[in-house]
């Protein structure tokens, strides 16, 4: 987490009320802390950049952000890349399937 607050620039106590309230992200946590995905981040930084330069409130930002998430689970790209990775994710699995033998 503290790399996250380096890198945001927003103290870590802000970044755990985003992610309380805004239902977006999914960082690992195990025996060594939180540590979040490159996803989480770029979430952080588009919440942080609709809060402060253009002045939406919290609830402002998780509705535009689940409009967004709307909007890009109905495209047609997002149902292409879909379909590609579950492709890749089968070409990986006969690759280390082969690796074994």
């Not at 995905?37 to 998780?62: M, N």
């Not at 997002?78 to 690796?99: C, F, M, P, R, S």
């Amino acid at each position: 987490m503290e790399e996250a607050e380096k890198m945001i620039r927003v103290e870590g106590r802000v970044l755990q009320f985003w992610e309380e309230h805004i239902p977006f992200f999914n960082p690992v946590i195990n025996e060594k802390g939180k540590f979040y995905r490159k996803e989480d981040l770029e979430i952080f930084f588009k919440i942080k950049d609709l809060l402060y330069k253009e002045g939406l409130t919290l609830s402002g930002v998780r509705r535009r952000l689940l409009q967004e998430k709307k909007e890009w689970d109905g495209s047609p790209l997002y149902h292409l890349l879909k379909e590609v990775k579950k492709e890749l994710q089968g070409i990986l699995t006969i690759l280390a399937d082969n690796d074994k033998k």
